[in-house]
Every structure is written in structure tokens, then in C-alpha cells.
């Protein structure tokens, strides 16, 4: 077999093993129903902060504790050991990918969509 033939072969299968790996790392969107269904899987949840409950910050820990409900409205406690994010109370939608525990929603990562800083100005500037 010639060289170039082996390193074809080679080549070949780490492209297949590269698509593989991304392709289990892939996370859906569920609600947090669907993720307590199959505790342990990540996913990902988009979901509104539930203002009228604490937001816990524990900085030995460095967990944040807060509630959430989803977009059918399941509401469930999550946890990420990570600071709590500048302007966290102001967010309008957040991210979260993690797992189910029979418990909470353990968060890996969150991504905060916050309200515009040039919503106010973009309001005055209609009005006009």
C-alpha cells in the first residue's frame, strides 16, 4: 500500500471522529420537563428569570442559586457554580446549558439577553 493511501485512511478517519465528537457534544432545546426526563444529559433550556424569588450568591461557594421558568412555564430552581453576571436581575431571556438533577437544573453555562442600552434612546428618538 502506498504512503499516500495510508494517509488518506488516517486522514479520513480523524475527519470521522472529529464529526462524531461534535455531533454527541450538541446540546438540545427543551423545556426543563424534557431534561428532568433524562436526568444527567445535557441540554440546553431558554428561559426567563423569575423575579419575585431570591437571587442566592454564595462566594465561598461560588454558586448562584436562582429560579427560572421556562417557555411553557415549568419553574425550577437552578444552580451554577459560577458569579453571578453584571446586570443579572435585568435580563429578559437566559440560556442555560446544563442537566436535570431530581432537584434543580445544574447549569454549566448561562448567556444572559439583557435589555438594550439604546432601546431608551431608539424610544425618544421615534417620538420625535
Known sequence: MK???IALIIFS??????LV????????YVSFTKAE????KQFTVIGYLVKDKAIDYNPQKDL????????????RLVQIHQSKPQ??????KITMT???TDSNFVA???????????EDQQKIEAAK
Open 37 to 40: 426526563q433524562n436526568m444527567g
Open 108 to 118: 454549566k453555562t448561562l448567556l444572559l439577553k439583557c435589555p438594550s442600552k439604546y
Open 87 to 92: 446586570d443579572f436581575e435585568k435580563s429578559e
Open 21 to 28: 465528537s461534535n455531533l454527541t457534544n450538541t446540546s438540545t
Open 98 to 100: 446544563g442537566f436535570a
Open 64 to 75: 448562584l442559586s436562582f429560579y427560572a421558568t421556562d417557555e411553557e412555564k415549568n419553574e
Open 13 to 18: 478517519v480523524l475527519v470521522i471522529g472529529a
Open 3 to 5: 504512503k499516500s493511501h
